[in-house]
């Protein structure tokens, strides 16, 4: 009794899951690993150093803006890295170095730290960043480097040979001039972290056994475009057309790294479905009828806009109130009415 | 047949070693502090006096009111003190101090029943008041109560053998040493209660306390031993429900709303005890683990022996603790202070030297879900959170904050080590105050109107 002991007295739960944010972070970064190999390997080094650059600068801003705004410094949850990446994985290999570090700028100051930070911006930063640079300078990333277009992985240049992505080729209503696997594979031209739906589909695999996103709003995403897409082929082979719809452009970049972002994405179970079919739609709108190629980034986009509203109107089903209940109550409320 | 309810989490159950040795009876402290309540309800008027001697198991504390238990005196000795004193909750209640006098010289109300008295279900009623037994989970509802409340309305009576918290062996225990006492106890409360069916619902991690039930429950019983997955949390109340029958305990409603009745398997080992033994509710089985604990192990501690005496016998700390817990790591509250006494409810008492609560300066929702995905009340804390810290009412009341069971799931995933769970108790508060504000206004303009 006479031990002057110090206890801290404090709310329950007294124990919490390691798992932390900055731990979810590096295993984003590591999911998205796989495609900037592929990236590397298909368009040389300049995809890496093009990335370095661009995570670069999104660290910067957002230690300067929180230093600048005497803010607690939050660059130690990594999810500055992976707006850094994914904006260099949206932009083609040959994109000059200072493209992406106003996109950062834009994504990360703008987007993400005027509304408060990480979980509190409501449009994903990277999209908004890569369609600011889109928007101010379309004609700087408008072709993107053919596969293996560099002499060498050394070639530094941006002067390599460009040619048309075969998102160009869908957009124009016919079957690309490239072959599935290549596809799959990501021999193909396009932005650098989007060529390789194999690569992406691993990085995504590993997300989901790692139970950092859950595949509702991938799988319902994915889903969607390749029902639209069998259903109405162009005049082109229904699976034919169906598969160069999955594989080419970024819609599995989009699909599994974008729309899961969590900021910008629905909570409940039933929103993320509703938002994955969402971006489904608005994707393949855009393809068919848009005057851009690509709709994935401006779906998910929209989509964001959406998410409060989505989240309200999915509240899951009341503990204790089964549909029966509500049904009974509706009924007696009608009753009591007349 | 089971059933799952939303969500839950898999805490590291650290149940190992303590559920490995024989539970060890405590030696009597020289001195037992008894607040005068010891659960859920009105609380007991103290029936002895300072200078009075009074026996082990003589009741020294009674109410009229329905909701409440008697009791009793957990030494033998002389009352030295009647005075508030701290309580683990951190209240100042009312407590009978008494001086042991080492002999347990046991009361002459300690007898056992005769089976003639239990085959009648009213008397195990009245000897379950008797005897003060409440519930032994933690919850400290008291159980006659629950009984006679439930007649009628209810035709199933769950056992909960779930003890889904992690560190916590004391029911396990209770089950292993003695599975005919709590088989027996069951079978009173089922008599009590008028029905011929009863679930003891236990996690799959106590495989043997399984086997050893089955083994000795005979099969006209009409106890099912059923084994649930391993998952907190399983043993709350309404979780355990659904599990077992696939209902929902409606917004608001008691068990007995679905048909059901839910008793601690201590509890009923406890009523056993009281039928056949006499012996009222005086004392539990206590976990006492933590990492500033060199063997955790579990105890048998009189009622109103305080916290340092335990943690003395128990073998001192190893390293000076940071928090103590009474109760399990997911529910249990922190006490500041180890001079309050156990209680009827208290399973285990935690140790901690280390902050395993993992807090962060600048706690930050990402918005990921994880609180979403494990709430077992289908609720989504990150929202009843954000309507919390703005005092949004509207928000908190259409979010349904106040069906949250603090299980402290959401803030145990949390990666951004929000402080959700508390939250939600202030926010509870919150509610509960500016209802009772608003009912004094009302009445107040009604007083007004009527002069
Ligand atoms: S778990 Fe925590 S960080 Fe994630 S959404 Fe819920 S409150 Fe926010
Ligand atoms: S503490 Fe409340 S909100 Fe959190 S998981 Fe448990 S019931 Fe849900």
Not at chain 1, 145 to 152: E, K, T, V
Not at chain 2, 249 to 275: D, K, M, Q
Not at chain 2, 310 to 327: D, L, N, R, T
Request: glycine residues 8%.
């Amino acid at each position: 009794m006479a031990e002057n002991r110090k206890l801290t007295v404090s709310s329950s739960p007294h124990i919490r899951s390691a798992q932390d944010t900055r731990s979810i972070m590096l295993d984003v970064i590591i999911a998205l690993s796989p495609a900037l190999l592929v990236a590397v390997y298909v368009f040389g080094l300049r995809a890496l150093v093009l990335t370095c650059v661009s995570v670069a600068a999104s660290v910067f801003f957002e230690w300067a803006y929180r230093k600048l705004m005497k803010k607690p410094s939050s660059i130690g949850d990594l999810s500055a890295v992976i707006t850094g990446m994914l904006i260099a994985y949206c932009l083609p290999a040959n994109t000059p170095y200072w493209i992406p570090v106003i996109a950062a700028f834009f994504a990360i100051v703008i987007v993400k730290q005027l509304y408060g930070g990480i979980g509190k911006n409501f449009l994903n930063p990277a999209l908004a960043g890569r369609a600011f640079v889109v928007a101010s300078w379309p004609a700087l990333l408008a072709l993107s480097p053919a596969p293996l277009g560099y002499d060498s992985i050394f070639n530094f240049g941006s002067d390599a040979v460009t040619a048309a992505t075969p998102m160009a080729s869908l957009h124009a209503g016919s079957l690309p001039d490239v072959g599935i696997l290549d596809m799959f594979l990501g021999k193909i031209g396009g932005s650098l972290g989007e060529v390789s739906s194999f690569a992406l589909l691993v990085g995504g695999a590993y997300l989901v056994i790692r139970k950092i996103i859950c595949c509702r709003i991938p799988v319902s995403y994915i889903l969607t475009v390749a029902v639209l897409t069998f259903i109405f082929p162009k005049g082109n082979n229904n699976l034919q057309w169906m598969l160069y719809n999955l594989l080419g452009g970024g819609l599995m970049l989009g699909a599994i790294f974008m729309a899961t972002d969590y900021s910008t994405s629905p909570v409940t179970p039933k929103g993320q479905i509703i938002f994955g079919i969402g971006c489904g739609l608005l994707t393949v709108f855009i393809r068919y009828f848009g005057s851009y190629v690509e709709g994935v980034s401006y779906a998910i986009l929209i989509m964001n806009v959406c998410v409060w509203l989505i989240d309200k109107y999915t509240l899951p089903r009341r503990f204790g109130v089964t549909r029966e209940d509500k049904r009974s109550a509706k009924k007696s409320k009608e009753v009591a009415a007349q | 047949m089971s059933f799952k309810f939303h969500g839950g989490v898999h805490p590291p159950d650290k149940k190992s070693p303590a559920d490995k040795t024989q539970v060890i009876p405590l030696n009597p402290p020289s001195l037992v502090v008894i607040p005068m309540s010891l659960h859920i309800g009105a609380p007991c008027r103290p029936a002895v006096k300072v200078g009075d001697m009074v026996k082990l198991g003589q009741k020294i504390g009674d109410s009229d009111a329905p909701v409440s238990a008697p009791i009793h005196a957990t030494v033998s000795g002389k009352v030295t003190a009647v005075e508030p004193r701290l309580t683990p909750a951190g209240t100042m209640v009312t407590s009978v101090v008494i001086e042991n006098d080492g002999m347990d010289t046991p009361c002459e109300t300690m007898v056992p029943h005769s089976e003639e008295e239990l085959s009648d279900p009213d008397a195990i009623v009245a000897l379950i008041r008797e005897a003060g037994i409440v519930g032994m989970g933690g919850a400290t509802f008291p159980t006659a109560f629950k009984i006679t409340s439930g007649k009628g309305k209810v035709d199933t009576v769950i056992i909960n053998g779930a003890e889904c918290e992690p560190y916590i062996t004391s029911d396990y225990r209770t089950m292993l040493e003695h599975p005919e006492e709590v088989l027996g106890g069951i079978r009173l409360i089922m008599k009590a209660c008028g029905v011929s069916r009863a679930i003891f619902a236990i996690e799959d991690n106590k495989a043997d306390a399984i086997a050893l039930l089955k083994s000795k429950n005979s099969e006209n019983s009409g106890i099912d031993i059923l084994p649930l997955k391993t998952l907190y949390p399983q043993g709350a109340e309404k979780q355990l429900i659904k599990t077992v029958t696939g209902l929902e305990v409606p917004p608001g409603g008691l068990p007995a709303a679905v048909g059901c009745a839910v008793f601690n398997c201590f509890t009923a080992y406890s009523v056993y005890r009281a039928a056949y033994e006499g012996r009222p509710a005086i004392e539990r089985v206590v976990t006492v683990a933590g990492s500033a604990m060199e063997q955790p192990k579990n105890y048998l501690v009189r009622v109103g022996t305080p916290l340092e005496y335990v943690f003395e016998q128990a073998g001192g700390f190893i390293k000076e603790p940071h928090k103590v817990i009474m109760g399990g790591p997911m529910m249990g509250v922190a006490v500041h202070d180890l001079s309050v006494p156990v209680i009827k409810g208290t399973n285990a008492l935690l140790a901690f030297c280390e902050d395993e609560t993992r807090t962060v300066e600048n706690p930050t929702c990402i918005r990921c879900g994880k609180c979403v995905e494990v709430c077992p009340m289908n609720l989504l804390p990150l929202y009843m959170y954000m309507y919390e810290q703005k005092d949004d009412y509207a928000g908190m009341e259409r979010n349904r904050l106040t069906d949250c069971i603090e299980c402290g799931a959401c803030a145990y995933n949390c990666p951004g080590r929000l402080h959700l769970t508390h939250s939600f108790r202030a926010g509870k508060a919150k509610i509960a105050a500016r209802a009772a504000a608003e009912k004094a206004r009302a009445e107040a303009t009604k007083a007004a109107t009527t002069v």
